[in-house]
């Protein structure tokens, strides 16, 4: 069955450290990849999208996302985290462009100050 | 402009009642969908809608639930029968078409809480 998984649950870093949040996908064929975030009581939103074309893609706020085929992977990143970036973050997928999204388990993120 | 908004954000019910769930999309935005999000889970699909139509009710959990969409804008979303398992943050989004490029806006959710 198709699906996304995300390795990590639970992340705390301190400011100013690196982030690499981890997603992988199940799927041979074509996929359309999404980071989703949920900062406390809001809305998710989208952080960043991959559909084709160069494979490091740059979203809103400093985060970017690698799409490496070969390892099915589409891990989040940002150089250097704010206390802002507390939130909870979901990897999510669309196979064959259909419409439904795939979605991880989310990872919550808790920057300390 | 406005955003999806949903109606209620909470709602709490007893084992065996029917609830209905209200979701007012972004207007234009032709394609519409329902998804939940269980504790400790990432989302599930329930359906789409494009324009009043659901070609896709694969997601529907079990034939107590169903979903209409009226003048290609608000969608209800009901749970017959309700169950301690139906628990969960039911969210809805829209986007421009059912194009797979086209963003999903998503709404602040329901909570159901089934007691």
């Known amino acids: 069955a198709q699906s996304v998984s995300q390795h990590n649950h639970h992340v705390i870093l301190s400011e100013a450290a690196s982030l690499e949040l981890g997603c992988n996908y199940s799927?041979?064929?074509?996929?359309?990849l999404f980071w989703y975030v949920q900062y406390p009581g809001q809305h998710l939103q989208l952080l960043l999208k991959?559909?084709?074309?160069d494979p490091l893609v740059k979203g809103i706020k400093g985060f970017e996302a690698e799409f490496i085929k070969s390892k099915f992977s589409f891990n989040l990143r940002k150089p250097s985290v704010q206390w802002s970036d507390t939130a909870e973050y979901f990897c999510?997928?669309?196979?064959?462009?259909?419409?439904?999204?795939?979605w991880g388990a989310g990872t919550k993120l808790i920057i300390k100050p | 402009g406005a955003g999806v908004s949903q109606s209620p954000s909470n709602k709490v019910t007893e084992k065996g009642k029917d609830v209905e769930l209200r979701c007012d999309p972004i207007?234009?935005?032709?394609?519409l969908y329902w998804y939940r999000q269980s504790l400790g889970q990432g989302l599930e699909f329930l359906i789409y809608?494009?324009?009043?139509?659901?070609?896709?009710k694969s997601g529907l959990p079990s034939d107590r639930f169903s979903a209409e969409r009226t003048g290609g804008s608000v969608s209800t979303l009901t749970i017959q029968r309700t169950q301690q398992e139906d628990s969960a943050v039911y969210l809805c989004?829209?986007?421009?078409?059912?194009?797979?490029?086209?963003?999903?806006?998503f709404g602040p959710g329901t909570r159901l809480t089934v007691l």
């Open positions: 799927y041979g064929g074509t996929v359309n």
């Open positions: 999510a997928s669309l196979m064959d462009s259909n419409y439904q999204l795939i």
């Open positions: 207007s234009g935005h032709t394609a």
């Open positions: 989004a829209s986007s421009k078409s059912g194009a797979s490029y086209n963003e999903q806006f």
């Open positions: 991959y559909f084709s074309g």
């Open positions: 809608f494009q324009g009043n139509s659901a070609p896709d």
